[in-house]
C-alpha cells in the first residue's frame, strides 16, 4: 500500500491495479476536532459527488470511474491511472467537463486505456 496524496478533503492509496479514495484524517483543518470533522465530511461529500458523475452517460470516457463505493461512499475504488508528467500542458483535446471540476488543472489528470481521464472531478 502506498499513500498517494494526502489532500485537503480525501487521501488516494494505490494498491497494485486500483486508486482508493477515501475521507482525509489528517490535514490542517482549522477549529481543532470540529474542523477535522468538517474535513472528513467534505471529503465523504466529494466521493458521493464523484460516485454519481462517475456514472453521468456525457461523462463517460472523460472521468475516471468508480468502480465499487463501500459504506456510503467513504471508501471509493477506482482504476488506477498513469499519472501526466509535472510540466505537462493540457493539450487541444483534453477531455471537457461540462460543469468542470472546481479544480481543473494537470494534477488532476491521467491516463486509462490509452485516453486521457479526470481524476479528481467532484463538482
Same mark, same amino acid.
Given at each position: 500500500?502506498? #499513500?498517494?496524496?494526502?489532500?485537503?478533503?480525501?487521501?488516494?492509496? /494505490? *494498491?497494485?491495479? &486500483?486508486?482508493?479514495? !477515501? +475521507?482525509?484524517?489528517?490535514?490542517?483543518?482549522?477549529?481543532?476536532?470540529?474542523?477535522?470533522?468538517?474535513?472528513?465530511?467534505?471529503?465523504?461529500?466529494?466521493?458521493?459527488?464523484?460516485?454519481?458523475?462517475?456514472?453521468?452517460?456525457?461523462?463517460?470516457?472523460? #472521468?475516471?470511474?468508480?468502480?465499487?463505493?463501500?459504506?456510503?461512499? /467513504? *471508501?471509493?475504488? &477506482?482504476?488506477?491511472? !498513469? +499519472?501526466?508528467?509535472?510540466?505537462?500542458?493540457?493539450?487541444?483535446?483534453?477531455?471537457?467537463?461540462?460543469?468542470?471540476?472546481?479544480?481543473?488543472?494537470?494534477?488532476?489528470?491521467?491516463?486509462?486505456?490509452?485516453?486521457?481521464?479526470?481524476?479528481?472531478?467532484?463538482?
Amino acid at each position: 500500500m502506498k #499513500v498517494v496524496r494526502c489532500g485537503v478533503t480525501r487521501t488516494v492509496i /494505490l *494498491v497494485g491495479r &486500483y486508486a482508493v479514495k !477515501v +475521507p482525509t484524517l489528517r490535514g490542517v483543518h482549522p477549529g481543532g476536532p470540529r474542523g477535522r470533522l468538517a474535513g472528513v465530511a467534505r471529503g465523504l461529500l466529494a466521493n458521493q459527488s464523484e460516485a454519481l458523475w462517475s456514472t453521468y452517460e456525457p461523462f463517460q470516457g472523460l #472521468v475516471a470511474p468508480v468502480l465499487r463505493s463501500w459504506l456510503g461512499s /467513504l *471508501v471509493q475504488v &477506482y482504476p488506477r491511472c !498513469v +499519472p501526466v508528467p509535472d510540466a505537462f500542458d493540457l493539450p487541444a483535446g483534453a477531455p471537457v467537463l461540462d460543469p468542470s471540476p472546481g479544480d481543473s488543472k494537470p494534477d488532476n489528470l491521467g491516463w486509462l486505456d490509452g485516453r486521457l481521464v479526470w481524476l479528481d472531478y467532484e463538482m
